[in-house]
Structures are given as C-alpha cells and as structure tokens.
C-alpha cells in the first residue's frame, strides 16, 4: 500500500512544499504591516494571502518579539537594577526627543485630520452598513447575506440585524490615557476619572513632538539618567515649562502656539479641498493619508513604546502600560483587574476593521453564504475608497482575490 502511494507523493511534494512555504509568507507579511508598506508581488509573494483568524475571548494576542528574548530582557533589567551605577539612556527614553521623528509625528497627525475628513465626505456617497448585534461592518448598497452573526442575542439563522454605519465603524478610536510627562509615574486607578483620554495614535504624535494646546506636555531640556533602575531626573531644580519646539528644525511643519495647526486645517479645509465634487479625487486622497498614517505610526513605534493589554483592546502609550484595574477579560481576578501588558502593533492603534470586497459594486454583486469561499476582505477604509472610484495598490490584490472568479449561485455545483 506505501509503496503505491508513494510515487503519488513523491509527484506532489513541490506543490505541498509551496503551499506551506506561502502560508509562511502570508503570516510574516501581516505581522511586518501588511497593509502599509511596498508592494507585495514585487518581492515573489503569492497572489493570494488569508487574514489571521479571530481569536478567541480566553487565548491571548501573541507576542511581537520571541517569548525567550522577552524573558532575556526582563533579566537584563532586573540585573540592571541591582547594579547601583549610572546608566546614560537614548532619546527618547532620556526624556529627549528624536529629531528625525518630530517631522513624521507632524505628517501622521496632519494625515489622520485628512482622513477624518475624506471619509465623513465619502461616507455620504458610498453606505456603510453596521450589525447592531455583532458590530459586523459593510461596505456597499446592500448588505451581504452571509450567515455570521454568532453572538449572545443573535437570530437562530445567525442572519444579520443590519442598521446604517457612521465613521466611528470605518475608523474606530482607541483611546489611552494623555501623559503630561512620559517619564512620570504611572496613571493610577484612582486618577483614573481625573485624566483625560485621547487617540492613541494623537497620544503617539503629542509625545514623538506635536504640541496641541488642549493637551500640555512637558519637553524635556536636560537628558534623565538612570540609576539602580530607576529614572532620576535633574531638571526638577529648574523649573517646568511647557516648550512649542524651541531649538528643532522640523522642515517648515513646526510653528509656534499651535499656529501651525490652524494653517494645516485652513489648507485642508480650502477651497481646492472642500468644494471638490469628485468623489474619486476625495477617496484618491483619502486612501494616500490611510497609507501615510499606518507608515508614519509604524516609524513612530519603533522608539516611542506602545503597550496592548494581551486579552482587551487596552491601549497605552508611554514607556509602560497604566495601573488602572478595568480588565474583565479573561482570568483578571487573577490581576485584580489589572491588565497584561505587552508590546503592540499598528493594528492596535488603528485597527484595520476587515469588511467582505464587493468585486462590481455598480453591478449590485452582493455576497451570498453559499459563495462565501470565493470572496476577499479589505479594511474597511480601503474598501470605501476603492468603490468611490480610488485605484487601490498592488500590495491588496492578495486580499482582493482578484484572480477567483466568483460563480454564480446556479453554477456553484459546477465549480471543481
């Protein structure tokens, strides 16, 4: 019996082997930013890529970085805190900015305000349609019919209860705590209601550089210092003040008092921009700040530290994660509440909400259960922006599923 398989094996075993090989890439891709950067074809990676699945309420996130080199680092720390010696730390752990990053922190805020505003343009042009049991999202004139809804409250036929969308579907805001002083202690849970909450990715922005006058932060003249582990600050004998980017050349983005935000929004909200009829010049640009946006955030977060609790979507920006003891995921009596930390990724501050492709929106295409197999995702923005007429990047056609053709139902026998 082996023995006659075996040449049957034999036969398949380059076609296995690159399968496996694909859906290696496939995961690499997605965890180096998949919907952010360059162009996938170009680098010999197959058409078609599938989205991570959705993990469950009791498994947790994974990990960015290899557990063994976390454990090594928290070794490292720990031993550096038993040394009583000094330690000179980098921007921006000393407290310093990094100068190369305060024109992108600039161009991601900038590019954000953009995108809020191409979208509650669009929005009123392309429907968006949201579950109000599951909080499922779609993009097009008529929902799609595929039985998903698998919630506590849904129908038996696990059919959607579908109502009209609003922005805060396409783009939803994660918020964390705003530090006065990133170098501070941590946000406690009793100063919980006494601080105020922002977009994590405009907390992102505040502390790589951007001053925005509601929201005050400390900048730091003097480097802080380590010793023993802990951080010793010798600016307490000057006094604070709150610094508008004295002393850093940012290319013409920096002005001082905030100036520079009000000339942004007066360029955005110019004529050229506002009295523009064509929908696809919108969702064109539109698309180019969602682009912008996710690669000036993942530049930010290589120095600036973003921290995701493991089991709820809890964001904190700052060199560590809050105290604030409002976990209910799974297994937090254990924490008392508190949340587990650890490192995060672009998707954590601007989630990619995945919404079914609709290949011929002018056609009415609406997707069916029965053909669910032969449909792509795309994050919802993307989604809006290509059926509002924008050429969508190469670097989506893994997920487009652009070369499936999609039968009809009568055909769906057929197909082999």
Request: include cysteine.
């Amino acid at each position: 019996m082996l023995a006659r398989r075996a040449p049957k094996f034999i036969a398949r075993h380059d076609l296995i082997q690159s399968n496996f090989t694909a859906s290696l890439l496939s995961k690499h891709i997605y965890t180096e930013g998949l919907y952010s950067t360059g162009s996938c074809l170009s680098k010999g990676i197959p058409e078609y890529m599938e989205l991570p699945r959705k993990l469950r309420k009791s498994e947790r996130k994974p990990f960015i970085a290899p557990i063994n080199e976390i454990k090594r680092q928290a070794r490292l720390e720990k031993k550096m805190k038993q040394e009583v010696c000094e330690f000179k730390l980098q921007a921006p752990d000393n407290g310093l900015l990094v100068k190369s990053l305060v024109p992108v922190a600039h161009d991601v805020y900038m590019a954000r305000i953009e995108l809020l505003q191409c979208i509650s343009m669009i929005i009123g042009r392309v429907l968006v349609h949201s579950c109000r049991v599951c909080g499922e999202v779609h993009v097009g004139a008529t929902p799609h019919k595929i039985r998903s809804c698998d919630v506590s409250g849904s129908l038996n036929s696990k059919e959607h209860t579908w109502g009209m969308g609003s922005i805060d579907d396409v783009l939803p805001c994660v918020e964390s705590f705003h530090l006065y002083d990133r170098l501070g202690r941590a946000v406690t849970h009793e100063e919980r209601l006494r601080v105020d909450r922002v977009p994590a990715i405009v907390e992102l922005c505040m502390q790589s550089g951007v001053d925005v006058l509601e929201f005050p932060t400390r900048r730091y003249k003097f480097p802080a210092y380590s010793v023993a582990g802990k951080t010793i600050d010798f600016e307490r004998r000057f006094p604070r003040d709150v610094s508008h980017g004295d002393g850093i050349q940012t290319s013409g983005f920096w002005m001082k008092g905030g100036n520079w935000e009000k000339k942004e929004n007066l360029e955005i909200n110019g004529s050229s921009y506002s009295t523009s009829n064509d929908t696809q010049v919108i969702a064109e640009r539109g698309l180019k700040a969602w682009e912008k946006m996710r690669n000036g955030a993942m530049k930010l977060m290589r120095k600036y530290r973003v921290w995701v609790c493991g089991y709820c979507p809890e964001v904190q920006v700052g060199p560590r994660g809050h105290r604030v003891r409002t976990c209910g995921a799974r297994k937090h009596q254990a924490r008392d509440g508190q949340h587990a930390w650890q490192e995060a990724e672009v998707n954590d501050i601007v989630p990619p909400v995945h919404v079914w492709h609709v290949q011929d929106p002018g056609l009415g295409g609406v997707p069916f259960h029965e053909l669910r197999g032969y449909y792509g995702k795309l994050p919802a923005v993307v989604e809006m922006c290509a059926q509002a007429g924008a050429s969508v990047g190469k670097e989506y056609e893994g997920l487009m599923r652009l070369d499936v053709a999609v039968p009809d139902l009568d055909e769906e026998k057929l197909v082999v």
